[in-house]
């Protein structure tokens, strides 16, 4: 292949007419200088054979020089020579000298590895018959152009066949015409690019844009550039996305300062005009008014680019939303001044358990400082109360689920001990390896000795201190099994107080409360070791008398405690009360055998004592059975009362104590007896119970207390909640929750607005299966209340397996506030108890405004009690409410 350079090569010619040149200069001026002189001919003769010497010496020297000059520029010309034979052949693209009819007269290493052949092989081969073009006659058309100096060189796409295997390589192609030239003929130069390799560079190029892109907008960014010299700017679809703009892209004339807050236009404005003059980077946050009227935060990073004059050309840089960093910021804030806040003590440390960070109720929990507790464990708090397995059953918890809860006793600084309730858990980072532990504390002393006083009024009565009528009961079972089993006599005795209502009326029962708890005293006092006590109502009281030989030790005990029942009670006044006590006796196994009949014996013997002047013991005896056809006969008539449509239900509202507001109603049932008039429910509920009319009586109760409430809403009364007790054996007998079903369904009230009262003892009992009742009645939608709270229930831990929403505060609890300390004291413990629970608290039997302030103060929800309303018919009520609606 020819290779033209820069070093130009000296023709033949051109030294002939360099030489002819100097000849005749030479032959003209030697001339004229002779005709100037005026020598002899001799010394003229001489002179001219000096100047032919001269002559041939000069010319020999240029002769010289020009060969030298010739031979250092054709060496020149070589090394030129070789050096670009290498760079052609090297060259990353195909190169080819191509005949005017398509052989191929020389082709470099590039395009001999392109084809997968060498050149040898290639000079065999026809140019269009190997490189070949997507449309021949195009192609044709332009190498003819070319061929007709049209054009100087024609671009095009062609295919390469490989001859080896036939693999397709696209090219583009390049072809320049070079005519002949000398010895060398008329031939095309051919370069070939490989469009592979365009398209990879293309590609990569694509890729690396794309990842900066994705680079800039996973970093929640956009990118804007600015051409300073046209006064345009361009942004990423992130920004528009950014800015919540709805549209394709932004308008021709979009200009982000002009989305800029007052407060900062001038401070970006000034900053920009600095990065520009100076070069230093533009770095602002600034708040910029959003497509939907908001304002956000923004920070915005940007260079200036030079052009080749050194002047600003262009302005480019990111936006970012800041928005999500400051919302965290403002979360973090909050989340610090909310800890700093809490209640509870919080503590976080690292993983070996040195305390990094504290808040200020760790301080007032465990009376140490900051600077006292940082870099220390938690051992300094160490009580010393559990042992090595309690601590590795706790860090084994932590390991297993990442957290830990319970109660733990722990030291504070001045020394004591206490117990708080403690959670921690594990902090992981995004690889899940533990790098804090967060431990969160309060103190439940208060809450324990609550917890603990209600769990003693669970099984003992709250005035007296002696076992409740469940507890007493379930220790009276105990011992006739024991009693059964050894072959032994027992007896139960019954005490009723004499006269006690009187002591009550006389001076009130705030002073009868203390004679009571006086009595109970000294009636403990006088028993024997391993007999039983405990209350059974408001003024009766019940023995378990033990390990007997015969009926005579049963009364002999029986005067006993008659006797420690008369002594005088004396006031701090001065003044005495003396109260009396009439004692029923039923013999283990004589007069019953079962823990229940031997409670009913001594109860009926309590009144043939009272008939033989009170003050008096007596057994049970058969003719006392006359009480039972009493109670037979009463069932018959309350039989007739049901079937004959003499019940009727009154209704008692219940106030809202926050509102003042009629928020519902408890439906209570009346015997509108021909002849009697209005029975109370004390009178026949209990023989509807033994002799299981509670069963169709509940029913009727539940039936009409629901179209009663349908019927107010139907009347256009606001939504009220209608209340209904539910007795013990109703609960435990009938199929209470399908009876409810179908009262709802036929009359249409809603499940929500009825609220079913269920007494602690019925829950007590059969608990398993008291809870599934329970949760099938919550699947109806109504609400469930426990009546009567705090007479009995026998353990608050099972209290809270049941799905109740509203704990009733029993009337005896009530009746003595604000003289009692005690009531007091138990009243709020409840309504704590029930709020913690997620419970709603109603007071029951509100009789004065001193008891619904002190309930008021203590975050009751609502009341009921003559305070507010007796029990009234259901006109009388919806009377009463229309009035509150008028009001």
């Given at each position: 292949?020819?290779?033209?350079?820069?070093?130009?090569?000296?023709?033949?010619?051109?030294?002939?007419?360099?030489?002819?040149?100097?000849?005749?200069?030479?032959?003209?001026?030697?001339?004229?200088?002779?005709?100037?002189?005026?020598?002899?001919?001799?010394?003229?003769?001489?002179?001219?054979?000096?100047?032919?010497?001269?002559?041939?010496?000069?010319?020999?020297?240029?002769?010289?020089?020009?060969?030298?000059?010739?031979?250092?520029?054709?060496?020149?010309?070589?090394?030129?020579?070789?050096?670009?034979?290498?760079?052609?052949?090297?060259?990353?693209?195909?190169?080819?000298?191509?005949?005017?009819?398509?052989?191929?007269?020389?082709?470099?290493?590039?395009?001999?590895?392109?084809?997968?052949?060498?050149?040898?092989?290639?000079?065999?081969?026809?140019?269009?018959?190997?490189?070949?073009?997507?449309?021949?006659?195009?192609?044709?058309?332009?190498?003819?152009?070319?061929?007709?100096?049209?054009?100087?060189?024609?671009?095009?796409?062609?295919?390469?066949?490989?001859?080896?295997?036939?693999?397709?390589?696209?090219?583009?192609?390049?072809?320049?015409?070079?005519?002949?030239?000398?010895?060398?003929?008329?031939?095309?130069?051919?370069?070939?690019?490989?469009?592979?390799?365009?398209?990879?560079?293309?590609?990569?190029?694509?890729?690396?844009?794309?990842?900066?892109?994705?680079?800039?907008?996973?970093?929640?960014?956009?990118?804007?550039?600015?051409?300073?010299?046209?006064?345009?700017?361009?942004?990423?679809?992130?920004?528009?996305?950014?800015?919540?703009?709805?549209?394709?892209?932004?308008?021709?004339?979009?200009?982000?300062?002009?989305?800029?807050?007052?407060?900062?236009?001038?401070?970006?404005?000034?900053?920009?005009?600095?990065?520009?003059?100076?070069?230093?980077?533009?770095?602002?946050?600034?708040?910029?008014?959003?497509?939907?009227?908001?304002?956000?935060?923004?920070?915005?990073?940007?260079?200036?680019?030079?052009?080749?004059?050194?002047?600003?050309?262009?302005?480019?840089?990111?936006?970012?939303?800041?928005?999500?960093?400051?919302?965290?910021?403002?979360?973090?804030?909050?989340?610090?001044?909310?800890?700093?806040?809490?209640?509870?003590?919080?503590?976080?440390?690292?993983?070996?358990?040195?305390?990094?960070?504290?808040?200020?109720?760790?301080?007032?929990?465990?009376?140490?400082?900051?600077?006292?507790?940082?870099?220390?464990?938690?051992?300094?708090?160490?009580?010393?109360?559990?042992?090595?397995?309690?601590?590795?059953?706790?860090?084994?918890?932590?390991?297993?689920?990442?957290?830990?809860?319970?109660?733990?006793?722990?030291?504070?600084?001045?020394?004591?001990?206490?117990?708080?309730?403690?959670?921690?858990?594990?902090?992981?980072?995004?690889?899940?390896?533990?790098?804090?532990?967060?431990?969160?504390?309060?103190?439940?002393?208060?809450?324990?000795?609550?917890?603990?006083?209600?769990?003693?009024?669970?099984?003992?009565?709250?005035?007296?201190?002696?076992?409740?009528?469940?507890?007493?009961?379930?220790?009276?079972?105990?011992?006739?099994?024991?009693?059964?089993?050894?072959?032994?006599?027992?007896?139960?005795?019954?005490?009723?107080?004499?006269?006690?209502?009187?002591?009550?009326?006389?001076?009130?029962?705030?002073?009868?409360?203390q004679v009571l708890k006086d009595i109970a005293r000294r009636v403990q006092a006088a028993m024997r070791p391993g007999d039983l006590l405990g209350r059974m109502a408001g003024d009766e009281l019940a023995v378990v008398?033990?390990?007997?030989?015969?009926?005579?030790?049963?009364?002999?005990?029986?005067?006993?405690?008659?006797?420690?029942?008369?002594?005088?009670?004396?006031?701090?006044?001065?003044?005495?009360?003396?109260?009396?006590?009439?004692?029923?006796?039923?013999?283990?196994?004589?007069?019953?055998?079962?823990?229940?009949?031997?409670?009913?014996?001594?109860?009926?013997?309590?009144?043939?004592?009272?008939?033989?002047?009170?003050?008096?013991?007596?057994?049970?005896?058969?003719?006392?059975?006359?009480?039972?056809?009493?109670?037979?006969?009463?069932?018959?008539?309350?039989?007739?009362?049901?079937?004959?449509?003499?019940?009727?239900?009154?209704?008692?509202?219940?106030?809202?104590?926050?509102?003042?507001?009629?928020?519902?109603?408890?439906?209570?049932?009346?015997?509108?007896?021909?002849?009697?008039?209005?029975?109370?429910?004390?009178?026949?509920?209990?023989?509807?119970?033994?002799?299981?009319?509670?069963?169709?009586?509940?029913?009727?109760?539940?039936?009409?207390?629901?179209?009663?409430?349908?019927?107010?809403?139907?009347?256009?009364?606001?939504?009220?909640?209608?209340?209904?007790?539910?007795?013990?054996?109703?609960?435990?007998?009938?199929?209470?929750?399908?009876?409810?079903?179908?009262?709802?369904?036929?009359?249409?009230?809603?499940?929500?607005?009825?609220?079913?009262?269920?007494?602690?003892?019925?829950?007590?009992?059969?608990?398993?299966?008291?809870?599934?009742?329970?949760?099938?009645?919550?699947?109806?939608?109504?609400?469930?209340?426990?009546?009567?709270?705090?007479t009995g229930y026998s353990s608050l831990a099972q209290l809270k397996r049941f799905p109740i929403d509203v704990l009733k505060i029993d009337q005896g609890f009530i009746r003595d506030i604000p003289h009692s300390a005690?009531?007091?004291?138990?009243?709020?413990?409840?309504?704590?108890?029930?709020?913690?629970?997620?419970?709603?608290?109603?007071?029951?039997?509100?009789?004065?405004?001193?008891?619904?302030?002190?309930?008021?103060?203590?975050?009751?929800?609502?009341?009921?009690?003559?305070?507010?309303?007796?029990?009234?018919?259901?006109?009388?009520?919806?009377?009463?409410?229309?009035?509150?609606?008028?009001?």
């Amino acid at each position: 292949m020819r290779i033209t350079g820069c070093i130009p090569k000296l023709a033949p010619w051109w030294g002939v007419v360099l030489y002819l040149v100097f000849g005749v200069a030479w032959v003209f001026v030697g001339d004229a200088l002779l005709a100037q002189w005026s020598g002899t001919p001799e010394q003229i003769a001489h002179f001219q054979t000096w100047k032919g010497w001269l002559y041939v010496c000069v010319t020999s020297a240029m002769a010289g020089w020009l060969l030298g000059r010739m031979r250092k520029v054709e060496r020149q010309r070589s090394a030129v020579a070789r050096e670009l034979a290498q760079i052609v052949h090297h060259a990353p693209v195909g190169m080819a000298r191509v005949a005017i009819d398509g052989r191929i007269l020389w082709a470099n290493g590039c395009l001999c590895r392109m084809l997968g052949e060498d050149l040898q092989a290639l000079q065999a081969l026809n140019f269009r018959d190997v490189v070949r073009a997507a449309d021949p006659d195009h192609a044709t058309q332009q190498i003819e152009r070319l061929l007709a100096g049209e054009i100087d060189h024609y671009l095009g796409a062609r295919q390469c066949h490989r001859p080896s295997d036939g693999r397709i390589v696209h090219v583009l192609n390049t072809v320049t015409f070079v005519p002949a030239e000398g010895d060398e003929p008329a031939h095309l130069d051919c370069v070939l690019q490989d469009m592979g390799e365009i398209q990879a560079a293309r590609t990569a190029l694509e890729r690396s844009e794309t990842r900066l892109r994705l680079a800039v907008e996973g970093s929640g960014g956009g990118m804007w550039d600015r051409d300073l010299l046209r006064a345009r700017t361009v942004f990423s679809p992130s920004v528009a996305r950014m800015l919540h703009y709805k549209g394709d892209d932004f308008a021709r004339d979009f200009r982000l300062r002009e989305r800029l807050h007052p407060d900062d236009s001038e401070r970006v404005r000034l900053a920009v005009r600095y990065a520009l003059a100076s070069g230093e980077p533009f770095v602002e946050k600034a708040r910029l008014r959003c497509f939907d009227g908001d304002y956000r935060w923004f920070m915005a990073r940007g260079v200036r680019h030079l052009n080749e004059a050194g002047q600003p050309e262009r302005f480019s840089g990111i936006l970012t939303d800041l928005t999500r960093e400051r919302q965290i910021d403002e979360r973090q804030r909050l989340a610090s001044t909310v800890m700093d806040h809490m209640s509870e003590g919080v503590i976080v440390t690292d993983t070996h358990n040195r305390i990094l960070s504290m808040n200020a109720s760790v301080t007032r929990l465990l009376g140490y400082s900051e600077d006292e507790l940082l870099g220390k464990t938690p051992r300094v708090f160490k009580s010393e109360r559990h042992d090595r397995a309690f601590y590795e059953a706790m860090w084994e918890s932590m390991k297993r689920t990442g957290r830990w809860q319970g109660e733990i006793w722990n030291r504070r600084k001045n020394g004591e001990v206490f117990p708080e309730h403690m959670s921690m858990s594990v902090v992981r980072d995004a690889a899940g390896t533990a790098t804090h532990y967060v431990c969160m504390f309060t103190d439940i002393s208060d809450e324990k000795a609550q917890h603990q006083r209600l769990e003693f009024l669970a099984h003992n009565d709250a005035l007296t201190g002696l076992s409740n009528r469940l507890w007493f009961c379930g220790q009276l079972e105990d011992a006739v099994v024991q009693a059964r089993a050894s072959g032994e006599r027992m007896a139960v005795l019954h005490l009723n107080l004499d006269r006690f209502k009187d002591v009550n009326d006389s001076y009130g029962h705030a002073i009868g409360d203390q004679v009571l708890k006086d009595i109970a005293r000294r009636v403990q006092a006088a028993m024997r070791p391993g007999d039983l006590l405990g209350r059974m109502a408001g003024d009766e009281l019940a023995v378990v008398v033990r390990h007997l030989r015969h009926a005579d030790g049963a009364a002999t005990v029986a005067r006993q405690l008659i006797a420690a029942v008369a002594e005088p009670w004396r006031s701090p006044d001065g003044f005495e009360v003396v109260a009396g006590a009439s004692v029923g006796i039923c013999m283990f196994p004589d007069h019953a055998a079962t823990a229940q009949t031997l409670l009913q014996g001594a109860h009926a013997a309590v009144y043939g004592a009272k008939a033989l002047g009170r003050g008096a013991w007596c057994f049970y005896t058969e003719e006392m059975t006359q009480s039972a056809r009493d109670r037979l006969t009463l069932e018959s008539r309350l039989r007739l009362a049901l079937a004959h449509g003499h019940m009727v239900l009154h209704y008692q509202p219940q106030i809202d104590i926050a509102t003042g507001r009629i928020v519902g109603a408890e439906a209570l049932v009346r015997w509108n007896d021909p002849e009697e008039g209005l029975i109370a429910p004390g009178r026949f509920i209990p023989v509807a119970e033994v002799s299981g009319i509670i069963g169709p009586l509940g029913e009727w109760i539940i039936g009409e207390a629901c179209r009663q409430g349908q019927r107010w809403r139907e009347e256009g009364l606001p939504a009220l909640t209608v209340a209904v007790n539910v007795s013990p054996r109703q609960f435990q007998l009938t199929d209470l929750v399908g009876c409810t079903a179908s009262a709802l369904q036929e009359t249409g009230f809603p499940a929500a607005m009825l609220e079913l009262e269920i007494t602690e003892s019925a829950l007590a009992e059969r608990e398993d299966e008291a809870r599934q009742t329970m949760r099938r009645l919550r699947d109806l939608g109504l609400r469930l209340a426990v009546d009567d709270f705090g007479t009995g229930y026998s353990s608050l831990a099972q209290l809270k397996r049941f799905p109740i929403d509203v704990l009733k505060i029993d009337q005896g609890f009530i009746r003595d506030i604000p003289h009692s300390a005690d009531d007091m004291a138990i009243s709020a413990a409840i309504i704590a108890m029930g709020h913690s629970m997620g419970l709603k608290v109603l007071a029951e039997g509100v009789e004065t405004a001193e008891q619904l302030a002190f309930l008021r103060e203590r975050g009751c929800d609502s009341f009921q009690g003559y305070h507010c309303s007796r029990p009234v018919p259901a006109a009388a009520f919806a009377a009463l409410v229309r009035a509150q609606q008028a009001g």
